[in-house]
């Protein structure tokens, strides 16, 4: 079976990038032997439409299971005609969550985990953020997504987070801000170079 992680770098010790659109590599390991192979994402920076830019460089590549933090309505259509069963909600390294998939730990969805729009670009270079923005799964009522033909509507039901959900959710913004926060500290000292 061979199985797509999305990962932050080439390896099986690599983190699992929770965004399936913009993550940084696809790990695509052979669940019998453990082989990899890791693609760079073509659209780690797209501007827009990175989740079906994603999807359509994975599409053909034999996988049978995709294993990644979240996906948007856009992507999951591609990847289910393409026959990819999807696991979300998962983080740990990529050799962790295969082996927690092999075990029947990690079962696949059938519904988005993020809007249709998630931001622009990660921030590497003259980009304005890493995508992120500040998302937030949880809404105050049911929000239904909408894509153009031939695929069909998707409705992502309102859930009310758990303390620790809220909890890791705020963690890993702030992260995020911190690193934004790098990046625009980085960029405003090569313009000060720059003018020099």
Known sequence: MKIC???????????????????RYFVIVDSETMEF???????????????IQAAQAIANKGIDVLLTGDIG??????????????????????????????????KPTTVPTMPTYFGMGRGRGRGMGRGRGLWCRWYPHPVSYYMPEPYIP????????SREEEIVHLEEMLE?????????KERL???SKEAK
């Open 176 to 184: 995020s801000l911190g690193d934004e926060l790098k990046d625009v």
């Open 37 to 51: 192979e890791a693609l760079e994402n073509p659209a780690v920076s797209a501007p827009g439409g990175a989740g």
């Open 154 to 161: 998707y409705e992502v039901p309102y859930t009310e987070p």
């Open 189 to 191: 000292k090569e313009l």
């Open 73 to 106: 309505p856009n992507a999951l259509p591609i990847l289910s005609a393409a026959g990819i069963k999807v696991v979300t909600g998962i983080s740990g390294t990529v050799k962790n969550v295969i082996d927690q998939y092999k075990k029947g730990a990690l």
């Open 5 to 23: 992680v999305t990962a932050t770098d080439r390896s099986l010790d690599a983190s699992v990038d929770p965004f399936f659109g913009r993550c």
